[in-house]
């Protein structure tokens, strides 16, 4: 599959130097509801061109469109610009990202980045290391008096941001993920550390895509905001959305409301208010069918348990972080 790979960074490589018009128009949005530009749009369109071309069957799942099934024998993941806003302001750190998998992402077997400005090619196969240009790379042995980190210092960043950036000799950052990953592969720099509450809290729609590649039927939301939005542009026409929580915007000073609303209207959904209060006379009822339906495996899980009364607290503050996974619990003895 590295040949398939290639061709089709080379298509976007292609596309880029000869686009026309203005690259940083916004023309859409994608499929996280951010705008999507000219450029994003054209490097896509690139790939998905030489797809229909090609004889690969690939389903494709990319930060601009979303999931695009294809009848695929294997997944496509693709980010078709990384490194957008370098690109549009003439900072010379751009790529394409792809990579080739099994049904999820957890399945890739094969990566491949392209330096657009450059047109190095990094590429990676599982249990066979990693070339630059076809020459074996590797990370270099770590020296504390001589490092050079990559971190991320934005208004987003986490405190602990800086007192990484704090330890290296030397700090950069790319602004392209995938490049600064491959700063680290080469040996070039020795960390590359992205801590952004944006991006801890947002769920990217190619997670979110994967997950559902047919999308959503019934949502029952807890959390709303980039939660929800992220959620809105997978919902299948006459989904359902149970509305019984905001608990990412309680304490929002101006909360945030929902930025996809037009696809409730675009799918015909229905969304409803549900208290549990209203619910209380068939309590009974609701125990029997649950507890049942664990037993068969119908409905899976996940908890994350803090040891000790002596944790609470902490377990308290991490839950409304969202530190934790599924439901928190404190076990007591």
Known sequence: MAELLDDLARAVQHAVDTLRGDPGEILSRGADGAPSSRLDRVAEAAV????????????????????????????????PVDGTHNAL???????????????????????????????????????????????????????PRDTLFSVYLGTNAEPDSARVAGKARRVRNLGAASLDLCLVARGAADVYYMHSREQRLKLR???????????????????????????????????????????????????????????????????????????????????ADLMAWVREGRIKYRETVAEGLEQAPQAFIGMLKGANLGKQLVRLA
Do not use: W
Not at 96 to 104: K, Y
Not at 268 to 279: A, C, P, Q, T
């Open 89 to 143: 302001r003439g900072i010379p750190a751009f790529s394409v990202s792809l990579a080739l998998g099994h049904d999820r992402l957890s399945g890739i077997e094969e990566g491949l980045v392209r330096d657009l400005v450059s047109g190095a090619t990094y590429h990676a196969a599982k249990g066979e290391g990693a070339t630059l240009n076809g020459k074996p790379i590797r990370v270099k042995p770590f020296d």
């Open 205 to 287: 729609a190619r997670d979110l895509a994967a997950a559902t590649p047919k999308g959503i039927d019934i949502n029952f939301e807890n959390v709303g905001g980039q939660i929800l939005d992220a959620i809105a542009v997978r919902l299948n026409p006459f989904s359902r959305i149970a509305l019984c929580g905001l608990i990412s915007q309680y304490n929002e000073v101006r909360p945030h409301g929902m930025d996809n609303l037009v696809m409730l209207l675009i799918n015909r959904v229905m969304l409803k208010g549900f208290i549990v209060s209203d619910y209380m006379a068939r309590q009974g009822e609701a125990l």
């Open 48 to 79: 998905l061109e030489r797809l229909k071309t090609s004889e690969a069957r690939v389903d494709v799942l990319s930060e601009e469109a979303g999931f695009i099934h294809r009848g695929g024998e294997c997944l496509l993941v693709l980010d």
